[in-house]
C-alpha cells in the first residue's frame, strides 16, 4: 500500500532581481510503499533538495500534490504544519543539527517535548531506542564530548523516537568519516528491517548501494529508477554507478 504519493510535481522559482523562472522540479510522480528504502541520487541542482523540502513540508510546490497518509501536504494549514511535520516525519541531516546546550538524551527528548508528552513515556522509548542504536551509555554526555558517528546515531534516534511514518534523511553519511558511515547505514538497514520507511538523499554510491530502490534525479525529472531485486550491495553499487556515468554523459531514459 502506497503511504507516499507524489503525482506531477512542479517547482518554478523567480530569481530576486532579474525576475527570471527556473523550474527546478518538473513533472515528478512516484509513490512510496509503507515499509521501503528509498535513496534519491542526481547531480548538484538537479532538483533533489528542491523535492526533499517539498515532502518535508517545508516548501510547497507551484504545481502538483504530495499525499502523505492521505493528507495532502499542500492543504495543511501553516498552524497545523509543524505538528504535522513532527508527528509524521522524522529527519536525519548531514550536520547532526543538535543542540550543544542539551546533553544528546535531551536532543533526543526535543520533539516529544514539544509534542508535550510525559517524562514517563519518553523515558519508555528511548530505551529500546538507544540500546538498538548502541548510545545508552552516551545520552548524559553533551553533543562535544562524542564523536561524528555517535552524534549521527543520537540524530538517527531523535527521529525515531517519534515513531514517524516516514524518516526523510539528507545527505546523512555526508559529514562522517568511513567506518562511521558503514556504522550508519547498518542501522538504517536494521531500521528499514523492522518496518521503517525511508527516503534519503545522497551522492554517495556507497549509501544508495545499502537502501531496495534508487531514483535518478536529472534536470527536474525522474530520469531512472533502479530495484534491487537479489542484488547484491556490490551489484547495486555497479548499477548505480553505470547510471551515474549516463547521467553524466547525457545519456538517454532507460
Known amino acids: 500500500m502506497s503511504m507516499l504519493e507524489v503525482t506531477n510535481l512542479r517547482k518554478v522559482y523567480t530569481t530576486r532581481f532579474a525576475g527570471n523562472q527556473v523550474e527546478a522540479l518538473k513533472n515528478v510522480s512516484f509513490s512510496v510503499e509503507e515499509g521501503e528504502y528509498i535513496a534519491i541520487m542526481g547531480e548538484s541542482g538537479s532538483g533533489k533538495t528542491t523535492l526533499l523540502n517539498i515532502l518535508a513540508a517545508l516548501d ?9 497518509n492521505d493528507r495532502e501536504l499542500t492543504h495543511i494549514r501553516e498552524s497545523e504544519v509543524s505538528a504535522f511535520r513532527r508527528d509524521n516525519l522524522g529527519f536525519v541531516f548531514q550536520e547532526f543539527n543538535l543542540l550543544d546546550t542539551f546533553t544528546l538524551e535531551d536532543n ?3 520533539p516529544l517535548v514539544l509534542a508535550g508528552k510525559s517524562h514517563q513515556e519518553m523515558s519508555e522509548r528511548i530505551a529500546p531506542i538507544a540500546d538498538q542504536l548502541g548510545i545508552r551509555k552516551l545520552l548524559r554526555k553533551y553533543p562535544y564530548e562524542v564523536s561524528g558517528g555517535q552524534k549521527q546515531r543520537a540524530a538517527v534516534a531523535r527521529a525515531l523516537i517519534t ?3 516516514l524518516i526523510l ?5 555526508g559529514a562522517l568519516d568511513s567506518k562511521a558511515s558503514s556504522e550508519l547505514l547498518q542501522l538504517f538497514s536494521e531500521v528499514n528491517r523492522k518496518g521503517q520507511t525511508i527516503l534519503m538523499v545522497t551522492h554517495s554510491v556507497n549509501a544508495a548501494s545499502h537502501a531496495n530502490r534508487i531514483l535518478f534525479i536529472k534536470d527536474g525529472e525522474v530520469f531512472h529508477q533502479i530495484y534491487r531485486g537479489n542484488s547484491t550491495n556490490e551489484q547495486l553499487y555497479q548499477k ?4 551515474l556515468t549516463i547521467l553524466a554523459t547525457g545519456g538517454d531514459r532507460r
Do not use: F, N
Not at 548505480?240 to 547510471?243: H, L, R, Y
Open 169 to 173: 534523511a539528507d545527505e546523512p553519511t
Open 163 to 165: 515513531e514517524p511514518k
Open 60 to 68: 510547497k510546490p507551484t504545481d502538483g500534490s504530495v499525499i502523505l
Open 108 to 110: 533526543i527528548y526535543l
Open 240 to 243: 548505480i554507478s553505470e547510471t
